[in-house]
Protein backbone atom coordinates (compact mmCIF):
# COMPACT_ATOMS: atom_id res chain seq x y z
CA UNK A 1 0.00 0.00 0.00
CA UNK A 2 0.81 3.46 -0.60
CA UNK A 3 2.50 5.25 1.91
CA UNK A 4 0.41 8.46 1.42
CA UNK A 5 -3.04 6.33 1.25
CA UNK A 6 -1.52 4.60 5.06
CA UNK A 7 -1.01 8.24 5.79
CA UNK A 8 -4.93 9.46 5.17
CA UNK A 9 -6.25 5.68 6.50
CA UNK A 10 -4.59 6.37 9.43
CA UNK A 11 -5.20 10.07 10.25
CA UNK A 12 -1.24 10.30 10.61
CA UNK A 13 0.38 13.54 11.96
CA UNK A 14 3.36 14.38 8.81
CA UNK A 15 6.57 16.01 10.75
CA UNK A 16 8.24 16.25 7.52
CA UNK A 17 7.85 16.22 3.71
CA UNK A 18 7.14 12.95 1.92
CA UNK A 19 9.86 12.93 -0.82
CA UNK A 20 8.18 9.21 -2.53
CA UNK A 21 4.43 9.44 -2.34
CA UNK A 22 4.37 6.53 -4.61
CA UNK A 23 6.71 5.00 -1.69
CA UNK A 24 5.17 1.35 -1.19
CA UNK A 25 5.16 0.10 2.65
CA UNK A 26 5.55 -3.61 2.09
CA UNK A 27 5.19 -4.57 6.46
CA UNK A 28 5.71 -2.47 10.03
CA UNK A 29 7.82 -3.36 12.67
CA UNK A 30 7.30 -2.35 16.19
CA UNK A 31 10.12 -1.74 18.27
CA UNK A 32 11.90 0.77 20.90
CA UNK A 33 15.14 -0.95 20.87
CA UNK A 34 17.40 0.82 18.32
CA UNK A 35 19.83 -2.01 18.17
CA UNK A 36 17.14 -4.39 17.76
CA UNK A 37 15.26 -2.52 14.61
CA UNK A 38 18.60 -2.44 13.31
CA UNK A 39 19.24 -5.98 13.59
CA UNK A 40 15.39 -7.11 12.44
CA UNK A 41 13.50 -4.49 10.70
CA UNK A 42 12.88 -5.35 6.99
CA UNK A 43 13.66 -2.25 4.51
CA UNK A 44 10.40 -0.80 3.03
CA UNK A 45 8.68 -1.34 6.78
CA UNK A 46 7.36 0.95 8.46
CA UNK A 47 8.74 1.65 11.47
CA UNK A 48 6.65 2.47 15.21
CA UNK A 49 7.90 3.13 18.12
CA UNK A 50 7.89 5.44 20.82
CA UNK A 51 11.36 6.53 20.66
CA UNK A 52 12.37 10.29 19.18
CA UNK A 53 16.28 10.19 19.84
CA UNK A 54 17.66 11.87 16.94
CA UNK A 55 19.56 8.06 16.05
CA UNK A 56 15.71 7.11 15.29
CA UNK A 57 16.23 8.65 11.81
CA UNK A 58 19.93 7.42 11.15
CA UNK A 59 18.41 3.91 12.00
CA UNK A 60 15.98 4.45 9.38
CA UNK A 61 18.18 5.33 7.00
CA UNK A 62 20.63 2.68 6.77
CA UNK A 63 17.66 -0.15 7.41
CA UNK A 64 16.01 1.62 4.46
CA UNK A 65 12.46 1.70 6.01
CA UNK A 66 10.00 3.43 4.31
CA UNK A 67 8.86 5.73 7.56
CA UNK A 68 8.96 6.56 11.05
CA UNK A 69 5.77 6.57 12.91
CA UNK A 70 5.75 7.92 16.36
CA UNK A 71 2.93 7.10 18.95
CA UNK A 72 1.48 8.18 21.90
CA UNK A 73 2.02 11.73 20.58
CA UNK A 74 5.35 11.68 21.34
CA UNK A 75 6.69 14.39 18.96
CA UNK A 76 10.04 14.94 17.47
CA UNK A 77 12.07 18.07 17.86
CA UNK A 78 13.35 20.83 15.41
CA UNK A 79 16.95 18.85 15.76
CA UNK A 80 15.11 15.88 14.92
CA UNK A 81 13.11 17.11 12.39
CA UNK A 82 15.62 18.63 10.32
CA UNK A 83 18.11 15.92 10.40
CA UNK A 84 15.13 13.37 8.57
CA UNK A 85 14.46 15.93 6.07
CA UNK A 86 18.07 16.59 4.94
CA UNK A 87 18.08 12.60 5.41
CA UNK A 88 14.88 12.02 2.99
CA UNK A 89 13.43 10.03 6.04
CA UNK A 90 9.82 10.20 7.07
CA UNK A 91 8.64 11.27 10.37
CA UNK A 92 4.88 10.75 11.16
CA UNK A 93 2.84 10.52 14.84
CA UNK A 94 -0.21 9.23 16.36
CA UNK A 95 -1.51 10.21 19.60
CA UNK A 96 -3.03 6.27 19.73
CA UNK A 97 -0.34 4.05 20.85
CA UNK A 98 1.81 1.26 19.13
CA UNK A 99 -1.11 -1.53 20.33
CA UNK A 100 -3.31 0.38 18.25
CA UNK A 101 -1.75 1.68 15.12
CA UNK A 102 -0.17 -1.75 14.79
CA UNK A 103 -3.06 -3.22 14.46
CA UNK A 104 -4.84 -1.20 12.50
CA UNK A 105 -1.98 -1.04 9.95
CA UNK A 106 -1.78 -4.78 9.91
CA UNK A 107 -5.64 -4.91 9.04
CA UNK A 108 -4.58 -2.43 6.24
CA UNK A 109 -1.79 -4.19 4.77
CA UNK A 110 -2.51 -8.21 5.85
CA UNK A 111 -6.15 -8.65 6.58
CA UNK A 112 -7.77 -6.64 3.81
CA UNK A 113 -5.30 -8.23 1.56
CA UNK B 1 24.15 -1.57 52.03
CA UNK B 2 24.92 0.38 54.90
CA UNK B 3 27.22 3.24 54.52
CA UNK B 4 29.71 1.37 56.76
CA UNK B 5 29.82 -1.71 55.34
CA UNK B 6 30.48 -0.47 51.41
CA UNK B 7 33.10 1.58 52.54
CA UNK B 8 34.67 -0.68 54.85
CA UNK B 9 34.22 -3.61 52.13
CA UNK B 10 35.77 -1.48 49.42
CA UNK B 11 38.75 -0.55 51.49
CA UNK B 12 39.14 -4.15 52.66
CA UNK B 13 39.76 -5.02 48.85
CA UNK B 14 42.32 -2.41 48.21
CA UNK B 15 40.21 0.16 46.53
CA UNK B 16 40.96 3.93 47.47
CA UNK B 17 38.00 5.51 45.48
CA UNK B 18 34.50 4.52 45.10
CA UNK B 19 31.43 6.73 44.19
CA UNK B 20 27.52 6.20 45.07
CA UNK B 21 25.44 6.54 41.78
CA UNK B 22 22.07 5.60 42.52
CA UNK B 23 19.55 5.31 39.78
CA UNK B 24 17.82 9.13 39.73
CA UNK B 25 18.97 9.73 43.20
CA UNK B 26 21.33 11.14 45.16
CA UNK B 27 19.67 10.66 48.33
CA UNK B 28 22.62 8.81 50.33
CA UNK B 29 25.77 9.92 48.84
CA UNK B 30 25.99 12.03 51.79
CA UNK B 31 26.40 8.92 54.92
CA UNK B 32 28.40 7.08 52.60
CA UNK B 33 31.10 10.04 51.93
CA UNK B 34 31.48 10.25 55.60
CA UNK B 35 32.16 6.46 55.95
CA UNK B 36 34.22 7.19 53.04
CA UNK B 37 35.76 9.44 55.03
CA UNK B 38 36.07 7.61 58.22
CA UNK B 39 37.58 4.18 56.11
CA UNK B 40 40.41 6.41 54.67
CA UNK B 41 39.35 6.53 51.05
CA UNK B 42 38.22 8.59 48.71
CA UNK B 43 34.59 9.58 47.49
CA UNK B 44 33.06 10.61 44.46
CA UNK B 45 29.30 12.02 44.65
CA UNK B 46 27.26 10.59 41.90
CA UNK B 47 23.87 9.58 39.81
CA UNK B 48 22.86 7.31 37.84
CA UNK B 49 20.41 8.88 35.37
CA UNK B 50 18.02 6.81 33.71
CA UNK B 51 17.11 8.94 30.82
CA UNK B 52 13.53 8.87 28.52
CA UNK B 53 15.33 6.12 26.03
CA UNK B 54 16.16 4.08 29.05
CA UNK B 55 19.75 4.32 28.60
CA UNK B 56 21.97 4.62 32.10
CA UNK B 57 24.36 7.95 31.97
CA UNK B 58 26.57 8.09 35.03
CA UNK B 59 27.10 11.85 37.10
CA UNK B 60 30.26 12.25 38.49
CA UNK B 61 30.52 15.53 41.08
CA UNK B 62 32.99 16.57 42.82
CA UNK B 63 31.07 18.35 46.09
CA UNK B 64 27.40 17.34 47.85
CA UNK B 65 26.32 20.98 47.16
CA UNK B 66 26.16 20.77 43.62
CA UNK B 67 25.24 16.64 43.59
CA UNK B 68 21.92 17.87 45.32
CA UNK B 69 21.66 20.46 43.27
CA UNK B 70 21.50 18.29 40.09
CA UNK B 71 19.52 15.98 42.28
CA UNK B 72 16.62 18.11 42.97
CA UNK B 73 16.46 19.21 39.23
CA UNK B 74 16.32 15.34 38.27
CA UNK B 75 13.71 14.75 40.75
CA UNK B 76 11.25 16.96 39.16
CA UNK B 77 11.85 15.07 35.73
CA UNK B 78 10.99 11.70 37.32
CA UNK B 79 7.54 10.50 36.67
CA UNK B 80 5.00 11.15 39.81
CA UNK B 81 4.33 7.10 40.25
CA UNK B 82 4.67 6.02 43.66
CA UNK B 83 7.04 3.23 43.89
CA UNK B 84 5.37 -0.19 45.14
CA UNK B 85 7.52 -1.92 48.16
CA UNK B 86 6.37 -5.26 47.50
CA UNK B 87 7.87 -5.72 43.73
CA UNK B 88 10.81 -2.82 44.11
CA UNK B 89 11.59 -3.27 48.01
CA UNK B 90 11.77 -0.11 50.28
CA UNK B 91 13.42 3.01 49.19
CA UNK B 92 15.03 3.97 52.59
CA UNK B 93 17.58 6.57 53.09
CA UNK B 94 19.23 5.92 56.26
CA UNK B 95 22.10 8.04 58.15
CA UNK B 96 25.65 6.36 58.37
CA UNK B 97 24.49 5.19 61.79
CA UNK B 98 22.09 3.21 59.78
CA UNK B 99 18.92 5.13 60.92
CA UNK B 100 15.97 5.48 58.66
CA UNK B 101 15.31 8.78 58.74
CA UNK B 102 12.79 9.02 55.43
CA UNK B 103 11.71 6.57 52.78
CA UNK B 104 11.62 7.89 49.23
CA UNK B 105 8.03 7.81 47.47
CA UNK B 106 8.54 7.82 43.96
CA UNK B 107 9.16 5.46 42.11
CA UNK B 108 13.36 5.60 41.25
CA UNK B 109 13.25 2.55 38.82
CA UNK B 110 11.41 4.77 36.26
CA UNK B 111 13.05 6.98 33.22
CA UNK B 112 13.26 10.62 33.54
CA UNK B 113 11.39 12.92 31.08
CA UNK B 114 14.70 13.74 29.56
CA UNK B 115 16.31 12.93 26.55
CA UNK B 116 19.63 11.16 26.42
CA UNK B 117 21.56 14.20 24.63
CA UNK B 118 19.86 17.04 27.17
CA UNK B 119 21.03 14.31 29.63
CA UNK B 120 24.81 14.93 28.95
CA UNK B 121 24.20 18.00 28.49
CA UNK B 122 22.80 19.12 31.95
CA UNK B 123 25.30 16.55 33.63
CA UNK B 124 28.24 19.60 32.12
CA UNK B 125 26.00 22.54 33.13
CA UNK B 126 26.11 21.44 36.58
CA UNK B 127 29.90 20.74 36.32
CA UNK B 128 29.57 17.16 36.21
CA UNK B 129 31.37 14.70 34.34
CA UNK B 130 29.17 12.62 32.64
CA UNK B 131 29.85 8.78 31.76
CA UNK B 132 27.49 6.19 29.46
CA UNK B 133 27.12 3.22 31.86
CA UNK B 134 27.70 0.18 30.36
CA UNK B 135 27.26 1.04 27.31
CA UNK B 136 27.90 -2.79 26.39
CA UNK B 137 25.31 -4.60 28.22
CA UNK B 138 22.20 -5.49 26.32
CA UNK B 139 19.91 -3.75 28.97
CA UNK B 140 19.74 0.03 29.61
CA UNK B 141 22.99 0.46 27.98
CA UNK B 142 23.51 3.00 25.07
CA UNK B 143 24.37 0.57 21.91
CA UNK B 144 21.50 -1.95 22.66
CA UNK B 145 19.11 1.68 23.40
CA UNK B 146 19.99 3.63 20.53
CA UNK B 147 21.87 1.24 18.48
CA UNK B 148 25.71 3.42 18.43
CA UNK B 149 26.49 6.36 20.09
CA UNK B 150 25.10 9.80 19.08
CA UNK B 151 27.37 11.74 16.23
CA UNK B 152 27.02 14.83 17.87
CA UNK B 153 28.38 13.70 21.23
CA UNK B 154 32.15 13.22 23.10
CA UNK B 155 32.87 11.30 26.14
CA UNK B 156 35.90 11.28 27.73
CA UNK B 157 34.70 8.04 29.75
CA UNK B 158 32.82 5.29 28.90
CA UNK B 159 32.13 2.60 31.42
CA UNK B 160 32.21 -1.00 29.96
CA UNK B 161 31.24 -4.54 31.77
CA UNK B 162 33.21 -6.61 29.76
CA UNK B 163 35.62 -6.68 26.83
CA UNK B 164 36.40 -3.49 25.35
CA UNK B 165 35.21 0.07 24.02
CA UNK B 166 32.40 -0.70 21.33
CA UNK B 167 33.20 1.84 18.07
CA UNK B 168 32.37 5.39 17.87
CA UNK B 169 33.53 6.23 21.18
CA UNK B 170 36.33 8.32 19.39
CA UNK B 171 38.99 8.56 21.60
CA UNK B 172 37.28 7.77 24.93
CA UNK B 173 38.80 5.91 27.83
CA UNK B 174 36.75 2.65 28.73
CA UNK B 175 36.76 2.50 32.67
CA UNK B 176 35.18 -0.41 34.66
CA UNK B 177 33.17 -0.53 37.81
CA UNK B 178 31.42 -2.81 40.37
CA UNK B 179 27.88 -1.07 39.39
CA UNK B 180 27.62 -2.89 42.42
CA UNK B 181 23.89 -3.66 44.45
CA UNK B 182 25.06 -6.23 46.77
CA UNK B 183 27.75 -6.39 49.18
CA UNK B 184 29.66 -9.34 47.75
CA UNK B 185 29.79 -7.30 43.79
CA UNK B 186 31.93 -4.11 45.64
CA UNK B 187 34.73 -4.29 43.69
CA UNK B 188 33.96 -6.51 41.23
CA UNK B 189 35.22 -4.43 38.41
CA UNK B 190 37.60 -1.83 39.13
CA UNK B 191 39.64 1.02 37.23
CA UNK B 192 43.32 2.53 38.02
CA UNK B 193 43.32 5.94 37.54
CA UNK B 194 46.73 7.59 37.58
CA UNK B 195 46.15 10.84 38.83
CA UNK B 196 47.68 13.48 41.20
CA UNK B 197 44.04 13.84 42.83
CA UNK B 198 40.48 12.36 42.91
CA UNK B 199 38.86 14.52 41.28
CA UNK B 200 36.52 14.48 38.19
CA UNK B 201 38.41 17.12 36.22
CA UNK B 202 41.74 14.67 36.97
CA UNK B 203 39.39 11.85 35.92
CA UNK B 204 39.46 13.55 32.51
CA UNK B 205 42.97 14.72 32.26
CA UNK B 206 43.57 10.79 33.06
CA UNK B 207 41.54 9.74 30.05
CA UNK B 208 43.22 12.67 27.44
CA UNK B 209 46.62 10.68 29.45
CA UNK B 210 48.37 14.58 29.89
CA UNK B 211 50.85 15.17 32.48
CA UNK B 212 51.75 11.37 32.64
CA UNK B 213 48.31 10.48 33.88
CA UNK B 214 46.12 7.49 32.73
CA UNK B 215 43.51 5.55 33.04
CA UNK B 216 42.60 1.64 32.37
CA UNK B 217 40.31 -0.69 33.52
CA UNK B 218 41.80 -3.98 35.74
CA UNK B 219 41.51 -7.27 34.18
Known amino acids: MKLTEIID ?14 ADVGGGYVGDLLSNVLASAMPGSLWITIQHHANVVA ?7 SAVLIVDGKRPDDAMREQARTSGVVL ?14 YGLLVTER | MSPRSIARAAARRGIGLIAVADHNTASMVDPVAEAAAEAGIGFLYGIELQTREEVHLLAYLDESSACHRFADLIYELLPDR ?11 VVTLDEEIVATEPKLLVNSLD ?15 LPVPAHVDRETFGLIAQLGFPPENLRFDLVEIVEGVLPDGFGSAAPICSSDAHRPEEIGRRTTRFTVNATTTEEMVLAARRIGGRSVACVR
Not at chain 1, 96 to 104: L, T
Not at chain 2, 82 to 92: A, E, I, L, S
Not at chain 2, 114 to 128: I, Q, T
Open chain 2, 114 to 128: LGFDEAVALVGDHGG
Open chain 1, 92 to 105: LGSTESAFEVAGRL
Open chain 2, 82 to 92: PNRPTYFGDQV
Open chain 1, 9 to 22: RLSLDVFTPVPDPE
Open chain 1, 59 to 65: VAQVTGL
